[in-house]
């Protein structure tokens, strides 16, 4: 089964301060899409950065940047100088061939001002 | 360009009931994806449809069923609902169904189902 894991259920971080966010996903394609979507209250979905599997070089939006390890499988998300904005649930996803988006359980991540 | 509208925004239903949930699609996308996110858990794909046919499904039962217009908007509709039903529902569009290499999906705000 295509699985993605979300292995903080919780974060916390001071205003200005960075954090990062860990997943980790199960696939035996070779070519595939991950993604970040951050879902605040208003409750949609936000797409945050995106990572082509084939590109070895990491994503980066801004603030947001990742740390992608395709041989262990692993697509963390880091956020620099965090904002009180920030605060949300945040999904890591991928799309393992032709299929539909995978979702992991989610990170919640509270901003501390 | 217009974004991913979903009504309504929450509504209760009773066990056994039906509903039909809607999502209108970004302007220039051709498919719509549903997904359920239950409470503390991250979204599950339900199913996809591209120009007005059904061209992927999760492991959902047959009680979920839906359609897709000419105008790519979409419903999904739920028979003889459980209590397990009660979710928030996104449904999100794309172009061509290839959210990953096209530029992504468009999520809407979701409609929140509360099965009592």
């Known amino acids: 089964a295509q699985t993605v894991t979300q292995s903080q259920p919780e974060m916390s971080v001071q205003e200005a301060e960075t954090v990062t966010l860990s997943c980790t996903y199960d696939t035996s394609e070779s070519d595939y899409y991950l993604f970040w979507y951050k879902q605040p209250p208003s409750r949609q979905m936000i797409l945050v950065i995106r990572q082509e599997a084939y590109k070895q070089q990491n994503a980066t939006e801004n603030r947001f940047s990742v740390n992608f390890q395709k041989a262990a499988k692993s697509f963390s998300l880091k956020i620099s100088d965090s904002q009180l904005g920030d605060a949300a649930m945040y999904f890591c996803?991928?799309?393992?061939?032709?299929?539909?988006?995978?979702f992991g359980k989610g990170t919640r991540l509270s901003v501390i001002a | 360009e217009t974004g991913v509208t979903q009504s309504p925004t929450h509504l209760i239903k009773t066990r056994g009931q039906q509903v039909t949930l809607r999502c209108s699609s970004q302007?220039?996308?051709?498919?719509v994806s549903w997904y359920q996110q239950a409470l503390g858990q991250g979204p599950q794909f339900i199913f996809q449809?591209?120009?007005?046919?059904?061209?992927g499904r999760g492991n959902f039962p047959p009680r979920f069923s839906g359609l897709q217009f000419p105008n790519y908007s979409s419903e999904l509709n739920v028979n003889a609902l459980e209590l397990d039903d009660s979710a928030l529902y996104l449904c999100?569009?794309?172009?061509?169904?290839?959210?990953?290499?096209?530029?992504?999906?468009?999520f809407g705000s979701g409609t929140r189902l509360t099965v009592v």
């Open positions: 449809y591209y120009r007005e046919e059904e061209n």
């Open positions: 996803a991928y799309i393992p061939g032709n299929t539909p988006l995978v």
């Open positions: 999100a569009s794309s172009l061509d169904g290839t959210g990953g290499v096209l530029g992504g999906y468009t």
């Open positions: 302007s220039g996308h051709n498919t």
